[in-house]
Nanobody, 126 residues
Framework: QVQLVESGGGLVQAGGSLRLSCAAS????????MGWFRQAPGKEREFVAA???????NYADSVKGRFTISRDNAKMSVYLQMNSLKPEDTAVYYC????????????????????WGQGTQVTVSS
């Protein structure tokens, strides 16, 4: 069993930055692929980024070059550094965990993630 708690959301102007954190509890955190998803009002939940194994990462095209996912296995935490934020990045951001590795579009499948946090709101004003 893994419990995930996100923090770091808030209101920021376009072009600004935010850093989201996700703290995990449970065992063998380093064995999990950790992902970030987001859901805007009226839209489906979409993949943002994944941290796979010790160092591999995967990003949605919409955030490549602006967002960076990282993990600290000793602290059982995963982070999402978001730079050059745009109004279209406004959404509730969710941290998620899955037991198996993924690659490419295989990381995008939300149903493959067994554990989810409660979400944190990110609002980007224009």
């Amino acid at each position: 069993q893994v419990q995930l708690v996100e923090s770091g959301g808030g209101l920021v102007q376009a072009g600004g930055s935010l850093r989201l954190s996700c703290a995990a509890s449970g065992r063998t955190f380093s064995s999990y692929t950790m992902g970030w998803f987001r859901q805007a009002p009226g839209k489906e939940r979409e993949f943002v980024a994944a941290a796979i194994g010790w160092s591999a990462t995967n990003y949605a095209d919409s955030v490549k070059g602006r967002f960076t996912i990282s993990r600290d296995n000793a602290k059982m935490s995963v982070y999402l550094q978001m730079n050059s934020l745009k109004p279209e990045d406004t959404a509730v951001y969710y941290c998620a965990a899955r037991l198996n590795f993924c690659s490419g579009y295989g990381c995008y499948d939300a149903s493959a993630y067994a554990y989810w946090g409660q979400g944190t709101q990110v609002t980007v004003s224009s």
